[in-house]
């Protein structure tokens, strides 16, 4: 698989993969489009790339559409809604009437495909999508149609401009009965891109960022589609009209529906840690060699490395969330279902929400140079500030987490134990585990608060005679608690990360400078995440003000460590990443005296 990626790298060095700052909109969207042409048509390993792999070499799939990221990240969108949304609905959801009908011309670009889930009134409620699928079995065809303006399917991706085709969500009924939220392959526009009777399409237009990607809005006017236009893996219709499915309830097929989001999710997670490494790896370059009041550099100011270094470490935290998401998601037999989800849902909103503030203090930490869009910095933040919310609202996301902790009874045990006060003060060294102690505290903190409230609601609610009022009481109470609710995915999704990287770094086969160096960068991702949030360790007695005295020296003590000696060690750790020069590319990272030659 390294071999694979260093040949996707290889090729980003080619004359269409460099940026171009100057360029229309129109343009953006055609050379995007040029440059997914370019990536479909090379052959790694002796194949191209093959959507099929999204069931049968997942990993191979995912690593060749993450290497796109390096590049632009409206190439790696559009790669993605075509590949991962649109294909690989089709792979997961459909049969094998689907599969060749489509994946070869998806393969090869010849049928260019969206996605259709979210509408302009629903997009984290998608099982409450208005789109409507009316079975007719006179003419054993599937009418598709957008019953209000709030049901036209918005911000679909490849819409506004390039696709052909649509897996599309859609409200099923069948002889009078409603089925709940099934996928549908639509097509849009005809092989010359002229749109087909029926379909009105609107293109969104400028964007922020990523414009790369023609984002549109769509509209259905009973539009009819044959029987096997149905994605039936899990659910079909045959011609007289009669539904079936080995799922029994439209809440569980519901979930099927929509479980090749995970995929996106991991996807999206990779891209922002991938923007992460490429930001601090040009920050830190740069302040390492850039004076000012006189020959101290910048990265020897504690203030400097206060802003940029927490950000590294964090990097370092994610991506080991990461390693162990697709071990859980690809390497096993028969992943867990409900494992994945959490994990790649917490994965995501914390990837992506550190990548807004990780690349915040990037652009600052380079004054006016991280500013000009040659410096890599400004781009990335504009193109990458949807992610935290497509694919899933990040406060959704971490809600999820949280609501898995809570009816999780397998540990509910241990994590309703009393949080127990941690002494930093007590010793003159905090430890990993003293660290991972009060990480885990947190948690238990936050689950019992909001498991606790949730259970006195429905026990006032007479929750004995009343089960219905009961668990109204319960939902109230956790609604009541949101804010809590939030900071309960974060800190499941710290802590999980503070017990990979203790676990990676002590493995680590590595020199005793480098093992200084991961002990430093895990020293520093535990106490900034603790430092972070230390009004809550304080009100829950895992602090007193005294530790939290010692725990700001830590932090300090850990950014000299890797800041120090010239930043030699975070220099290391950024080396360590493995991005080749050509994807770095801002002249900042370089030598920044010659930025007039370089431009």
Same mark, same amino acid.
């Not at 935290?317 to 998401?325: E, P, T, W």
């Given at each position: 698989?390294?071999?694979?990626?260093?040949?996707?790298?290889?090729?980003?060095?080619?004359? #269409?993969?460099?940026?171009?700052?100057?360029?229309?909109?129109?343009?953006?969207?055609?050379?995007?489009?040029? =440059?997914?042409?370019?990536?479909?048509?090379?052959?790694?390993?002796?194949?191209?790339?093959?959507?099929?792999?999204?069931?049968?070499?997942?990993?191979?799939?995912?690593?060749?559409?993450?290497?796109?990221?390096?590049?632009?990240?409206?190439?790696?969108?559009?790669?993605?809604?075509?590949?991962?949304?649109?294909?690989?609905?089709?792979?997961?959801?459909?049969?094998?009437?689907?599969?060749?009908?489509?994946?070869?011309?998806?393969?090869?670009?010849?049928?260019?495909?969206?996605?259709?889930?979210?509408?302009?009134?629903?997009?984290?409620?998608?099982?409450?999508?208005?789109?409507?699928?009316?079975?007719?079995?006179?003419?054993?065809?599937?009418?598709?149609?957008?019953?209000?303006?709030?049901?036209?399917?918005?911000?679909?991706?490849?819409?506004?401009?390039?696709?052909?085709?649509?897996?599309?969500?859609?409200?099923?009924?069948?002889?009078?009965?409603?089925?709940?939220?099934?996928?549908?392959?639509?097509?849009?526009?005809?092989?010359?891109?002229?749109?087909?009777?029926?379909?009105?399409?609107?293109?969104?237009?400028?964007?922020?960022?990523?414009?790369?990607?023609?984002?549109? %809005?769509?509209?259905?006017?009973?539009?009819?589609?044959?029987?096997?236009?149905?994605? $039936?893996?899990?659910?079909?219709?045959?011609?007289?009209?009669? @539904?079936?499915?080995?799922?029994?309830?439209?809440?569980?097929?519901?979930?099927?529906?929509?479980?090749?989001?995970?995929?996106?999710?991991?996807?999206?997670?990779?891209?922002?840690?991938?923007?992460?490494?490429?930001?601090?790896? #040009?920050?830190? =370059?740069?302040?390492?060699?850039?004076?000012?009041?006189?020959?101290?550099?910048? /990265?020897? @100011?504690?203030?400097?490395?206060?802003?940029?270094?927490?950000?590294?470490?964090?990097?370092?935290?994610?991506?080991?969330?990461?390693?162990?998401?697709?071990?859980?998601?690809?390497?096993?037999?028969?992943?867990?279902?409900?494992?994945?989800?959490?994990?790649?849902?917490?994965?995501?909103?914390?990837?992506?929400?550190?990548?807004?503030?990780?690349?915040?203090?990037? =652009?600052?930490?380079?004054?006016?140079?991280?500013?000009?869009?040659?410096?890599?910095?400004?781009?990335?933040?504009?193109?990458?500030?949807? $992610?935290?919310?497509?694919?899933?609202?990040?406060?959704?996301?971490?809600?999820?987490?949280?609501?898995?902790?809570?009816?999780?009874?397998?540990?509910?045990? &241990? /994590?309703? $134990?009393?949080?127990?006060?941690?002494?930093?003060?007590?010793?003159?060294?905090?430890?990993?585990?003293?660290?991972?102690?009060?990480?885990?505290?947190?948690?238990? @903190?936050?689950?019992?608060?909001?498991?606790?409230?949730?259970?006195?609601?429905?026990?006032?609610?007479?929750?004995? +005679?009343?089960?219905? &009022?009961?668990?109204?009481?319960?939902?109230?109470?956790?609604?009541?608690?949101?804010?809590?609710?939030?900071?309960?995915?974060?800190?499941?999704?710290?802590?999980?990360?503070?017990?990979?990287?203790?676990?990676?770094?002590?493995?680590?086969?590595? !020199?005793? +400078?480098?093992?200084?160096?991961?002990?430093?960068?895990?020293?520093?991702?535990? &106490?900034?995440?603790?430092?972070?949030? %230390?009004?809550?360790?304080?009100?829950?007695?895992?602090? !007193?003000?005294?530790? &939290?005295?010692?725990?700001?020296?830590?932090?300090?003590?850990?950014?000299?460590?890797?800041?120090?000696?010239?930043?030699?060690?975070?220099?290391?750790?950024?080396?360590?990443?493995?991005?080749? $020069?050509?994807?770095? +590319?801002?002249?900042?990272?370089?030598?920044?005296?010659?930025?007039?030659? !370089?431009?």
């Amino acid at each position: 698989m390294l071999l694979v990626l260093a040949l996707v790298v290889t090729l980003l060095q080619a004359d #269409i993969f460099k940026p171009n700052h100057y360029l229309s909109l129109m343009d953006f969207r055609e050379l995007t489009l040029q =440059r997914l042409q370019k990536f479909v048509s090379v052959e790694f390993l002796g194949r191209g790339f093959d959507v099929g792999d999204y069931l049968t070499d997942p990993r191979r799939f995912m690593a060749l559409l993450e290497c796109l990221a390096f590049s632009d990240y409206s190439l790696s969108i559009k790669a993605g809604v075509h590949f991962t949304l649109c294909g690989g609905t089709i792979c997961k959801l459909g049969t094998q009437k689907h599969h060749e009908a489509y994946l070869h011309r998806l393969n090869t670009l010849d049928l260019p495909g969206c996605f259709g889930m979210t509408e302009l009134g629903h997009g984290s409620n998608v099982m409450g999508i208005e789109t409507q699928a009316v079975y007719d079995p006179s003419t054993q065809e599937f009418v598709i149609n957008t019953p209000t303006n709030e049901a036209s399917k918005y911000w679909i991706g490849g819409s506004g401009q390039h696709g052909k085709v649509c897996t599309v969500f859609a409200q099923l009924t069948v002889g009078g009965t409603w089925q709940g939220p099934h996928v549908f392959v639509v097509r849009i526009r005809d092989d010359n891109g002229k749109l087909l009777p029926g379909v009105r399409i609107k293109d969104h237009g400028p964007k922020m960022g990523l414009n790369g990607v023609d984002n549109g %809005q769509i509209w259905f006017d009973n539009v009819r589609i044959p029987r096997d236009a149905l994605l $039936d893996r899990f659910a079909s219709v045959d011609a007289a009209g009669t @539904y079936s499915s080995p799922i029994p309830t439209v809440s569980a097929r519901f979930g099927t529906m929509i479980g090749g989001l995970t995929t996106g999710r991991i996807l999206i997670a990779q891209g922002a840690i991938a923007a992460c490494m490429i930001g601090t790896t #040009i920050a830190i =370059r740069y302040a390492a060699q850039r004076p000012q009041f006189g020959d101290k550099l910048i /990265m020897n @100011y504690l203030s400097h490395q206060r802003r940029l270094l927490p950000g590294l470490a964090v990097t370092y935290a994610l991506q080991l969330g990461m390693k162990q998401l697709k071990a859980a998601a690809f390497d096993t037999p028969k992943p867990d279902p409900k494992l994945v989800h959490v994990l790649s849902s917490g994965l995501k909103a914390a990837a992506t929400w550190s990548r807004v503030e990780i690349l915040q203090q990037c =652009r600052e930490c380079c004054g006016g140079m991280g500013f000009l869009s040659a410096n890599k910095i400004g781009p990335m933040k504009t193109d990458m500030d949807v $992610d935290v919310t497509f694919e899933g609202d990040n406060t959704v996301l971490m809600q999820q987490v949280a609501r898995a902790l809570l009816e999780d009874k397998s540990g509910s045990a &241990a /994590m309703n $134990d009393s949080p127990q006060h941690v002494a930093l003060t007590s010793s003159s060294h905090i430890t990993p585990e003293q660290l991972l102690a009060l990480l885990k505290g947190h948690e238990q @903190y936050l689950l019992s608060t909001i498991r606790g409230a949730m259970q006195s609601a429905a026990a006032a609610a007479n929750g004995s +005679s009343n089960a219905k &009022a009961a668990a109204a009481a319960a939902q109230q109470a956790f609604d009541d608690n949101l804010d809590l609710v939030v900071e309960l995915g974060w800190a499941n999704i710290e802590r999980l990360c503070m017990e990979y990287m203790i676990k990676e770094s002590n493995a680590a086969a590595a !020199t005793a +400078s480098a093992k200084a160096g991961l002990a430093a960068l895990r020293q520093l991702y535990g &106490a900034t995440r603790i430092e972070k949030r %230390q009004g809550r360790y304080l009100e829950a007695g895992l602090l !007193t003000a005294a530790d &939290a005295v010692a725990l700001r020296q830590a932090v300090n003590k850990a950014c000299r460590q890797l800041g120090g000696n010239g930043a030699v060690p975070a220099l290391k750790l950024c080396e360590a990443f493995g991005i080749p $020069d050509h994807i770095l +590319s801002a002249p900042i990272a370089f030598n920044w005296r010659q930025l007039g030659q !370089t431009l």
